[in-house]
């Protein structure tokens, strides 16, 4: 029961986290940790934790995204490519290398997480210059094939990228750019938990009880964004994240 309590709480954090400023992850991977799941078992549970959270915001921005041109649906392929070859990849990754892997893994995502502002002050430079070079969609699908891999394989910090890929195709609006990342992000779950399904590494019950916890902090989180500082809540969430980082390093090595 209090490993329960204590899930719903900590999936509470993230949902509002990814609602208020993203990388909710950041910290309920280590609370997984901390709680005595393997590395590799968290990375695959989390999985489930965030594909709610997932579905509920590409729902939310269902107006935006019926204004995005259709060619753009063949994104989603080199997402799910990317995200099956990262999730095969970390099915048959031997359980000690993924550990010493991991502090690695989350210092790059407390890197992307760092700089999300600065992604979006280029985002939002490229949106206002109408005249940009926009990529064919060939070649966006060719760069988001190692972006969803790493989706896959760990995510951290996959939406932040996405964004800024976005930011290279003809779409003008930040949410239909934010709708169209919320859907491949979905894809990437949804595909990595169905490479994983038979591999026995994801706690089912604990992802749930910690994803009700996600579904409701996400909403609630959203209603009180404007209440919250979104500075000061993304320092504290570096901070964790570096410490989390430290913390399993020493551990590891």
């Not at 990529?135 to 800024?164: D, E, R, T, V, W």
């Not at 979905?186 to 490479?195: D, L, N, P, W």
């Amino acid at each position: 029961m209090e490993k329960d309590i204590v899930l719903l709480l900590a999936g509470f954090v993230v949902g509002a986290m990814n609602a208020i400023a993203g990388g909710g992850m950041l910290v309920g991977f280590p609370v997984l940790v901390c709680l005595g799941i393997p590395p590799l078992l968290a990375t695959a549970t989390g999985t489930i934790v965030t594909l709610p959270g997932q579905v509920a915001s590409a729902f939310g921005y269902r107006d935006y995204l019926r204004q995005v041109p259709l060619r753009y649906a063949w994104l989603l392929v080199p997402s799910v490519l990317g995200a099956a070859a990262g999730a095969i990849t970390l099915r048959h990754t031997p359980a000690d290398n993924f550990a010493k892997l991991v502090p690695l893994l989350v210092l790059l995502g407390v890197g992307l997480f760092t700089f999300q502002p600065i992604l979006h002050a280029h985002l939002h430079a490229q949106v206002k210059d109408r005249s940009r070079q926009v990529l064919p969609i060939a070649l966006i699908g060719l760069a988001l094939l190692p972006l969803s891999f790493y989706g896959g394989y760990f995510g951290a910090g996959y939406g932040f990228f996405m964004l800024a890929f976005l930011g290279l195709t003809s779409v003008q609006d930040t949410h239909m750019m934010n709708g169209m990342k919320n859907i491949a992000a979905m894809f990437v779950s949804a595909t990595s938990i169905a490479c994983l399904f038979s591999a026995g590494i994801i706690q089912w019950r604990t992802g749930l009880v910690m994803a009700v916890g996600c579904v409701l902090g996400g909403y609630i989180g959203a209603r009180g964004s404007l209440r919250v500082s979104g500075l000061w809540l993304r320092v504290g969430i570096i901070v964790i994240g570096l410490a989390a980082a430290i913390a399993l390093g020493i551990r590891e090595y």
